[in-house]
């Protein structure tokens, strides 16, 4: 097997001024607040469906299933609270933060208008503790999404959760469903994200936020949560895939020694809407003895495929749709390039049987796993042909040692935005010129790849480029990002805004 050490696993291409200032710290919350105004109130039209719902932002105890964690969460669950809804729907969603820091929630995939993104110092201030923000908004497009804060690392803790959008004119064709969250998790076993990225950046030991982790045993993980070692290869597209060494991977919550168990009939048709709400991790996805036939990527329908496997890279959600057989089958999340904390698992119970072992083997994780964005769009869910007014560059760079991350040049705060006018078909060149991979988030839009593929999230592997064509139809100041919480809380961010 062919190795890569992460220690040269490098490639340059921005400057010297900016690596120096890399080294700044957290850029995402803006050192003076008080700058946006108060989020307009939203009344629902005639027939239109209102939901309303508080999220509680808290620290709080989570049973991971026999392993007990302090960490932060919505509802005090992991994960936090669905909120489901019908295409066109007004949402009212009060964020009440009780945490020891400021906080927002990020709709992530949804094309609402700007004041309601959640993105601190760009759409809106950030939530102090102990106060509460509004965020009303309504959702054009089904499909499936989640909402996380878009603060610091607190997507590596627990704030996160689905959002699932219904779409009034779907045919139904499907009897169950099965919404399936994938997370990475560290947070309480003996150090928090942000202790994580101090030993990423060097930046020596934090106070982790104000949180008790003394009552956790250690070495779970690796002592300091960084994932060190040499990575295999192999067959897997995504080269030097994750940063950080977790010491368990979660579905729906649960660590594999007791996982979530669905219940199903035999010969029914389950919809998974498969969700990685993982802040470091890229997962390849199977359920024992059953084809997934993949019909919606990022909330938009594609032609489908019949797939034994496929990845998620962070941020990506796909629909897959399964006949199910007869008994009991594990749900098996494999991360991928992580030599430690074993892998995400779920059952499917449809029959007899017993349930299966934390460490069980799926078969279909031995062959070919389907990358997303080889997928091709439903008809129905193509942009309209027209000539590209404007392209535009956006260049991912960086580095594991020193620990930068970068957009074209330069860290979030020192880099330029991208500049687009309303009315404009955008063409944003995506290049990835580090050796290891990134999932590429654009916010407010969702993009078509070449092929005509809608998404709002990409994996990028290590030297990989995509034209990524929009309509700019949904002024503001919109954030495009690395998906990978840590690079992106060094400076993997960037602004796409519209000129006035
Ligand atoms: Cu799901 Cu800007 O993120
Ligand atoms: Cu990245």
Not at 195 to 211: E, H, I, K, N, P
Not at 317 to 335: E, H, N, Q, S
Not at 349 to 377: F, H, K, M, N, Y
Request: aromatic letters at 6%; a negative charge; glycine letters at 12%.
């Amino acid at each position: 097997m062919k190795r890569i050490s992460r220690r040269t696993a490098i490639t340059g291409g921005f400057g010297a001024a900016a690596l120096t200032l890399a080294a700044c710290g957290n850029r995402t919350v803006p050192a003076e607040a008080g700058t946006f105004p108060p989020a307009p109130t939203l009344t629902p039209k005639a027939g239109q469906g209102l939901v309303t719902q508080t999220l509680t932002a808290a620290p709080t105890t989570v049973d991971l299933g026999g392993r007990t964690v302090s960490t932060w969460a919505y509802g005090e669950s992991l994960p936090g609270p669905l909120i489901r809804a019908t295409a066109g729907d007004l949402l009212r969603i009060t964020l009440e933060n009780r945490l020891p820091e400021a906080s927002t929630i990020h709709w992530h995939g949804i094309r609402l208008h700007n004041a309601a993104d959640g993105v601190p110092g760009m759409t809106q201030d950030p939530v102090e503790p102990d106060t509460s923000f509004t965020y009303e908004f309504v959702v054009p497009d089904p499909g499936t999404y989640f909402f996380h804060s878009h603060v610091g690392l607190q997507l590596d803790r627990g704030l996160y959760a689905p959002l699932i959008i219904d779409d009034p004119d779907e045919p139904g064709g499907y009897d169950a469903e099965w919404i399936v969250t994938l997370d990475d998790w560290i947070d309480g076993t003996g150090q928090t994200p942000d202790d994580v990225l101090a030993g990423l950046t060097g930046a020596g030991a934090s106070d982790g936020g104000g949180m008790d982790h003394g009552d956790m045993p250690m070495g779970e993980g690796s002592s300091d949560g960084m994932d060190h070692g040499e990575m295999p290869m192999g067959d897997e597209p995504w080269g030097d895939a994750g940063d950080v060494a977790y010491p368990h991977f979660l579905i729906n919550g649960r660590i594999p020694e007791a996982p979530e168990i669905f219940e199903a009939k035999p010969g029914q048709r389950v919809r998974l809407r498969l969700i990685n709400a993982s802040a470091d991790t890229i997962f390849a996805l199977a359920l024992g003895d059953h084809d997934l036939s993949v019909t919606h990527s990022d909330g938009f329908s594609v032609e489908p495929v019949t797939a034994k496997a496929l990845y998620l890279g962070m941020g990506e959600r796909y629909d897959v749709a399964v006949t199910v057989k007869d008994g009991m089958f594990p749900l098996v999340a494999r991360p991928v390039g992580k030599t430690s904390g074993g892998r995400g698992l779920a059952v499917l119970r449809t029959g007899a049987g017993e349930v299966p072992a934390a460490d069980v083997q799926v078969r279909e994780l031995d062959g070919e796993v389907l990358i997303g964005s080889t997928l091709e769009p439903a008809e129905a869910a193509r942009l309209e042909d027209r000539a590209v007014d404007t392209e535009l560059e956006l260049a991912f760079q960086g580095s594991m040692e020193p620990y930068q991350w970068a957009i074209n040049g330069a860290p979030f705060g020192q880099n330029t935005p991208l500049s687009i006018r309303e009315g404009q078909r955008v063409r944003i060149i995506a290049t990835n010129q580090t050796m290891m991979s990134h999932p590429l988030h654009v916010h407010g839009h969702t993009f078509a790849l070449p092929s005509g593929l809608r998404k709002d999230t990409v994996m990028m592997a290590p030297m990989e480029s995509f034209a990524l064509d929009f309509d700019a139809d949904n002024p503001g100041r919109w954030a495009a990002h690395c998906h990978n919480a840590y690079h992106q809380e060094v400076g993997m961010m960037t602004g796409i805004d519209y000129a006035s």
